[in-house]
């Protein structure tokens, strides 16, 4: 059973997330080309090839959707703004009827009591960017700032909270190093590049944001617990590493102005020059910090080159996604955040979520794992909570079932699930629990 609202402290906000390119519907309305429609398209790259032409055509289903995201007694909504919808070339002549509708989505949640939490860049990069080599090139920076600057005179006195980047981890290392998402490299310099420009372009949006007078700017990160596959000291070194590029990186950019000494061990020799400089940048003030945590990973010594690390398969019971349940973690990392770098900043959980093999049956969706998924993390915020990290809201990833990046529309994440033949949507047992126990 999920926790109650009335056993969070008054004002704490509950809601749901999504990204644009995996709802929408990416070739209507003018949006230009992305570095997602040119990975998808090369072959071995998503299951089935599978691209967001289409997704859930939130696009002109966005009333609806809002309707069910008011139904659910949600306070708040955290979307994202597709790049190449707003600028098709990533620079330059700005698409009207794509800021148009942004502006519509707005007014829609404002009417219907709901907070507005913008995204700005959930992973879409317009592919005439991705040409000049996109998070490689450290003028993305200046790039992003002016699509940051659009946004904020467009939509700026309507937002409630505005983050730049979703998931500078997954935009560097998990694009550029693992090559499981767009552009799809696997490459140690143009990761250690992405893994620093990503945060230039951060501090960079943040200025401008601020230039346009916005007052409520945060940054949301992804976090995987690092465990030790073994006792051997060669395990907790190993885990060390992997915490380090992974969850320690871009919060000690932020917050402590340098770089976890176990990443600069693999990554300092490919860094662009004069990085150490950037720092004034990178740490721009912020009002708030979000985590999007789902797993643990377990971590085991390998040969090889630098990090010379690999996952191996834990003992806990899994998702459709293949990750353990290990709701201790998200936990350890509120904490972790609050101790050793955010203080008294608020904190959010801006993504919880799991995907199961949801099954439409006379017309109901039974997805009781997921509810006890969502009732689990929830008692893990309660009780950091009770320990004084303050934490103020927390998000449901997602909203709907979506294109779910290199998976295609296979996993299925959603409160509400989709027919991706009929488009119908079909709230799901867990949105119907979510309504009841957020109802006032
Ligand atoms: C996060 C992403 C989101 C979705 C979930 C499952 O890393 O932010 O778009 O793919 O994972």
């Given at each position: 059973?999920?926790?109650?609202?009335?056993?969070?402290?008054?004002?704490?906000?509950?809601?749901?997330?999504?990204?644009?390119?995996?709802?929408?519907?990416?070739?209507?309305?003018?949006?230009?080309?992305?570095?997602?429609?040119?990975?998808?398209?090369?072959?071995?790259?998503?299951?089935?090839?599978?691209?967001?032409?289409?997704?859930?055509?939130?696009?002109?289903?966005?009333?609806?959707?809002?309707?069910?995201?008011?139904?659910?007694?949600?306070?708040?909504?955290?979307?994202?703004?597709?790049?190449?919808?707003?600028?098709?070339?990533?620079?330059?002549?700005?698409?009207?009827?794509?800021?148009?509708?942004?502006?519509?989505?707005?007014?829609?949640?404002?009417?219907?009591?709901?907070?507005?939490?913008?995204?700005?860049?959930?992973?879409?990069?317009?592919?005439?960017?991705?040409?000049?080599?996109?998070?490689?090139?450290?003028?993305?920076?200046?790039?992003?700032?002016?699509?940051?600057?659009?946004i904020a005179e467009r939509l700026g006195d309507r937002l409630w909270s505005v983050a730049p980047i979703n998931e500078p981890w997954c935009v560097a290392w998990l694009s550029h190093f693992l090559g499981h998402h767009a552009p799809g490299l696997r490459?140690?310099?143009?990761?250690?590049?992405?893994?620093?420009?990503?945060?230039?372009?951060?501090?960079?949006?943040?200025?401008?944001?601020?230039?346009?007078?916005?007052?409520?700017?945060?940054?949301?990160?992804?976090?995987?617990?690092?465990?030790?596959?073994?006792?051997?000291?060669?395990?907790?070194?190993?885990?060390?590493?992997?915490?380090?590029?992974?969850?320690?990186?871009?919060?000690?950019?932020?917050?402590?102005?340098?770089?976890?000494?176990?990443?600069?061990?693999?990554?300092?020799?490919?860094?662009?020059?004069?990085?150490?400089?950037?720092?004034?940048?990178?740490?721009?003030?912020?009002?708030?910090?979000?985590?999007?945590?789902?797993?643990?990973?377990?971590?085991?010594?390998?040969?090889?080159?630098?990090?010379?690390?690999?996952?191996?398969?834990?003992?806990?019971?899994?998702?459709?996604?293949?990750?353990?349940?290990?709701?201790?973690?998200?936990?350890?990392?509120?904490?972790?955040?609050?101790?050793?770098?955010?203080?008294?900043?608020?904190?959010?959980?801006?993504?919880?979520?799991?995907?199961?093999?949801?099954?439409?049956?006379?017309?109901?969706?039974?997805?009781?794992?997921?509810?006890?998924?969502?009732?689990?993390?929830?008692?893990?915020?309660?009780?950091?909570?009770?320990?004084?990290?303050?934490?103020?809201?927390?998000?449901?990833?997602?909203?709907?079932?979506?294109?779910?990046?290199?998976?295609?529309?296979?996993?299925?994440?959603?409160?509400?699930?989709?027919?991706?033949?009929?488009?119908?949507?079909?709230?799901?047992?867990?949105?119907?629990?979510?309504?009841?126990?957020?109802?006032?």
């Open positions: 059973m999920l926790p109650q609202r009335h056993d969070f402290p008054e004002g704490f906000l509950f809601g749901a997330a999504t990204s644009a390119y995996q709802i929408e519907g990416h070739t209507q309305s003018g949006a230009g080309r992305t570095h997602w429609d040119d990975f998808a398209a090369t072959p071995g790259n998503v299951v089935r090839a599978e691209n967001g032409d289409l997704a859930c055509d939130h696009l002109n289903r966005w009333e609806a959707d809002l309707d069910l995201l008011a139904a659910a007694n949600l306070d708040v909504y955290r979307f994202s703004t597709s790049w190449a919808r707003v600028m098709p070339e990533g620079r330059g002549a700005v698409n009207g009827q794509g800021l148009d509708f942004y502006d519509r989505l707005v007014d829609g949640l404002l009417e219907r009591g709901l907070k507005p939490a913008a995204t700005l860049y959930h992973w879409e990069l317009p592919s005439p960017l991705a040409d000049l080599g996109g998070w490689r090139n450290r003028d993305i920076a200046s790039w992003f700032a002016d699509f940051a600057q659009v490459d140690i310099r143009a990761t250690a590049r992405a893994m620093h420009h990503v945060l230039l372009a951060h501090g960079s949006a943040v200025q401008a944001l601020r230039a346009a007078g916005h007052q409520n700017v945060g940054a949301v990160f992804n976090f995987e617990r690092a465990l030790p596959a073994d006792d051997s000291p060669e395990a907790a070194a190993r885990a060390a590493t992997y915490d380090a590029y992974y969850n320690r990186w871009f919060l000690s950019g932020i917050f402590h102005r340098a770089y976890p000494a176990e990443a600069l061990a693999g990554l300092e020799p490919h860094l662009p020059q004069g990085w150490e400089g950037d720092f004034d940048t990178i740490a721009q003030p912020l009002d708030w910090c979000g985590a999007n945590y789902y797993t643990c990973k377990r971590i085991a010594a390998a040969g090889g080159p630098w990090p010379a690390l690999a996952e191996v398969d834990g003992p806990l019971p899994k998702t459709e996604m293949g990750w353990e349940i290990h709701p201790e973690s998200l936990g350890f990392f509120l904490r972790r955040m609050q101790a050793d770098y955010t203080g008294d900043l608020p904190l959010y959980v801006t993504e919880n979520g799991m995907a199961s093999a949801d099954r439409l049956a006379g017309g109901r969706v039974d997805d009781q794992p997921r509810i006890d998924y969502l009732a689990a993390h929830l008692a893990q915020v309660q009780a950091v909570i009770a320990e004084g990290v303050p934490v103020r809201g927390y998000f449901c990833w997602s909203l709907l079932d979506n294109y779910e990046w290199a998976l295609g529309y296979d996993k299925r994440f959603g409160l509400i699930h989709v027919d991706f033949d009929t488009l119908k949507r079909t709230p799901k047992a867990s949105y119907h629990a979510l309504a009841r126990a957020l109802a006032r």
